[in-house]
């Protein structure tokens, strides 16, 4: 089993900055990919972006490679998401997610955090 507990959500305004981190635990040996999805009230959840545990560049969805990057830490089970220029339509909620193969916009993880809420206000 893994465990995901993200942090780091809160209010802020349009215009703003916010950092999202995710904490892996417990068998993470095996974990091939990392990635970040949200989900707003009524849709579906939505894939941002990823990056391959053990080595290589993050990827993202085509509408997210602008405002978010995302990054892990050095030797530690860190994923990080930092979302620039944000607006009202960036209000979700955010979710941490480890799967054993590749996470895409087509393939699910293997694991989800429980997610945190990020809202920016007009």
């Known amino acids: 089993q893994v465990q995901l507990r993200e942090s780091g959500g809160g209010l802020v305004q349009a215009g703003g900055s916010l950092r999202l981190s995710c904490t892996a635990s417990?068998?993470?040996?095996?974990?091939?990919?990392m990635a970040w999805f949200r989900q707003t009230p009524g849709k579906e959840r939505e894939f941002v972006g990823g990056?391959?545990?053990?080595?290589?560049?993050?990827y993202y969805a085509d509408s997210m490679k602008d405002r978010f990057t995302i990054s892990r830490g050095i030797a530690t089970n860190l994923l990080f998401l930092e979302m620039n220029r944000l607006n009202p339509e960036d209000t979700a909620v955010y979710y941490c997610?480890?799967?054993?193969?590749?996470?895409?916009?087509?393939?699910?993880?293997?694991?989800w955090g429980q997610g945190t809420q990020v809202t920016v206000s007009p």
């Open positions: 997610a480890a799967g054993f193969g590749i996470i895409g916009t087509r393939t699910s993880p293997d694991y």
């Open positions: 417990g068998h993470t040996l095996n974990i091939y990919t």
């Open positions: 990056i391959m545990w053990r080595g290589g560049g993050p």
